[in-house]
């Protein structure tokens, strides 16, 4: 089945352009070119698109107007926003809205990864199987306030580190848990950090931002009452892939932008099982009973009680969320990266690595008896020999 990709752009001549860049692929992708949102938006009431790319400066509508009512509107469309140098500050208000930013002018070659990349997303947000399952939660939970306030300090551009602590400090629960893990040997850091302004300094606004997400969204879903899962473990376990998925991605010299959401995608991997405990505590015993009786992996067992796994019921959240793709494909592919589209050390194959080896090396490992590494694509990838070097990391 054709892909299909709606463009906005008021400027024609860039609309132009787009059509001829991307004539070659009009075989595997069905396109149309609108003038305006409100174009875009009757095109969405009409039928289904995948991805929507929308340009930020519009009359009447801007981009990012146009995407708020889009994510409402039809939250299984991937949004993906192209901004020019100029548009710092109308990005920030596209956290959430927008799933990826893609700067102009853009080149044919990332565009189309990108929304190759984006389509394979939108088949997780469209599928049926999630879809009925996610609609069965009543009140879903949301995106952490503190995250995006984080975030827009972090898009602003005179960022600063005094005012991020400021905000994390609002909330004193968070922010003795931050200190408490930057104290505890994780990511590494040797000096006793006692404030916030010192935690973030010294991890970064990306990682505090990071790590917020994280302790909100596990507070949201604590899951420590729930008999035969043990919550400790779950946290460890995040926590220790996070971390060796940064190591990884540092070690292979990957830009910065993939060894933060290396970190993040491996200290979320797991959220689905979170997410599937708290709203189907029932069913979530039975898939723990059939995983018990050691004959499947957890992804099987998930998938004979609720059609879904883990990992697509936390990407498919995230994907809610408008957490850029490069995550949600580590939460959707961590078990299985071949079926996603990369080829490089990206954050998903930093978490795939970071966990399978953490699960090999774990006498009670959290997932049962998955196979742990997908070989056969690490080869393919070029990355196998590199294995040896990586253990020694952990
Ligand atoms: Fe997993
Ligand atoms: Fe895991």
Redesign the pocket.
Known sequence: MKRRILFVDDEANLLEGLKRMLRPLRHEWEMEFVGNGAAALECLDRSNWDVVVSDVRMPSMNGVELLNKIKNQHPHTVRLLLSGQADTEVIMDAIGPAHQYLSKPCDAELLKTTISRACALGDLLQDEKIKQLVSQIETIPSLPSLYLELEEELQSCDSSLGRAAAIMSKDVGMTAKILKLVNSAFLGIQQTVTDPVQAVRYLGLDTIKTLVLTIKVFQQLDQSGSVGFDMQHFWHHSLSTGEQARKIAKEERAPQPVVEAALAGGLL??VG?LLLLTYFPQRYQETLKLLANGECS??EAEQETFGAT??EVGAYLLGLWGIPIPIIEALAF??CPAKSLVQTLTPLIAVHIA?GLIEEKDLQP??GN?PCLDLAFLIELGLDDRLQNWRELL
């Open positions: 991997h797991d099982m957890l992804m883990h990992a961590h078990h966990n959290l997932e998955s």
